[in-house]
């Protein structure tokens, strides 16, 4: 069974910079995806950041510039880099792996931006 445990949200000032991580454990593909989406209230989960296997990244326009995605070498841990927060990206974020042809998502963890 894969197991999705994501870190790091928190409460930070407009400006200011966090880091989330989402260790996944389990029977892990060499060949997969990770990402991050988010969630805000009365809105549509949305794709933030996704990383494969092969390391090739992919940004919504909306982080471009600020977020950065990236994974360790064991290709297990995925990490978003979110400098410049603003308060539009306040959200429940959640981690995603696709693994083979099945995905899995992590529980979330809150990110709050105070302007």
């Known amino acids: 069974q894969v197991q999705l445990v994501e870190s790091g949200g928190g409460l930070v000032q407009s400006g200011g910079s966090l880091r989330l991580s989402c260790a996944a454990s389990?029977?892990?593909?060499?060949?997969?995806?990770m990402g991050w989406y988010r969630q805000a209230p009365g809105k549509q989960r949305e794709l933030v950041a996704r990383?494969?296997?092969?390391?090739?990244?992919y940004y919504a326009d909306s982080v471009k510039g600020r977020f950065t995605i990236s994974r360790d070498n064991a290709k297990t841990t995925v990490y978003l880099q979110m400098n410049r927060l603003k308060s539009e990206d306040t959200a429940v974020y959640y981690c995603?792996?696709?693994?083979?042809?099945?995905?899995?998502w992590g529980q979330g963890t809150q990110v709050t931006v105070s302007s």
């Open positions: 990383i494969s296997s092969d390391s090739t990244t």
């Open positions: 995603k792996l696709l693994n083979g042809f099945r995905e899995y």
């Open positions: 389990g029977s892990i593909a060499s060949i997969n995806v």
